[in-house]
């Protein structure tokens, strides 16, 4: 994935990552963490705020925007799990299906493979208060509401899935 570096560039590349400090990566994973996931929700809430447009629904991108944050308050728990076992670790580095350990692979001892091996309940449970956010909010039936509210997700885990 790196471009064609020299020797001298990948030592120094290398000596530069060794002297980084742990609180400086723990500040940039986390700022980088946060700006990533307030534009996520931002572009999620800009999706329903046009979508909601063809239902001729007066709300505005905040009141989309809140939406999301709300519907995806369930995931706070599987990250709660996570930082248990992460915390737990003696050394603190797990691969990711192992820290998710809430996910249904984990859970029913399911052998799948690709994006439907880190769904959670948490995420279902956040995919149905959005879908019935949705419904709510647009006065559409419960199944086209949930077609348009999770429209961007089924996209992202189908092409995740191909890929």
Same mark, same amino acid.
């Given at each position: 994935?790196?471009?064609?570096?020299?020797?001298?560039?990948?030592?120094?590349?290398?000596?530069?990552?060794?002297?980084?400090?742990?609180?400086?990566?723990?500040?940039?994973?986390?700022?980088?963490?946060?700006?990533?996931?307030?534009?996520?929700?931002?572009?999620?809430?800009?999706?329903?705020?046009?979508?909601?447009?063809?239902?001729?629904?007066?709300?505005?991108?905040?009141?989309?925007?809140?939406?999301?944050?709300?519907?995806?308050?369930?995931?706070?728990?599987?990250?709660?799990?996570?930082?248990?076992?992460?915390?737990?670790?003696?050394?603190?580095?797990?691969?990711?299906?192992?820290?998710?350990?809430?996910?249904?692979? +984990? %859970? /029913?001892?399911?052998? #799948?493979?690709?994006?439907?091996? =880190?769904?959670?309940? *948490?995420? $279902? &449970?956040?995919?149905?208060?959005?879908?019935?956010?949705?419904?709510?909010?647009?006065?559409? +039936? %419960? /199944?086209?509401?949930? #077609?348009?509210?999770?429209?961007? =997700?089924?996209?992202? *885990?189908? $092409? &995740?899935?191909?890929?």
């Amino acid at each position: 994935m790196l471009p064609d570096l020299t020797a001298a560039q990948l030592e120094q590349m290398e000596e530069n990552i060794r002297n980084q400090s742990t609180a400086s990566l723990i500040l940039s994973s986390t700022l980088g963490t946060v700006v990533v996931l307030v534009l996520i929700m931002a572009l999620f809430a800009l999706y329903l705020h046009f979508a909601s447009k063809f239902s001729f629904v007066q709300l505005g991108w905040k009141a989309w925007f809140s939406m999301m944050w709300w519907t995806s308050i369930p995931t706070i728990f599987g990250a709660l799990a996570s930082w248990v076992v992460l915390l737990s670790n003696s050394n603190g580095q797990l691969p990711i299906m192992e820290l998710n350990v809430l996910n249904f692979t +984990n %859970l /029913l001892g399911l052998e #799948v493979q690709g994006p439907l091996a =880190y769904l959670t309940p *948490f995420y $279902l &449970w956040s995919f149905a208060l959005l879908a019935l956010g949705y419904q709510n909010w647009t006065k559409k +039936n %419960l /199944l086209s509401s949930a #077609v348009i509210a999770l429209a961007p =997700y089924i996209v992202i *885990f189908g $092409l &995740w899935a191909v890929l």
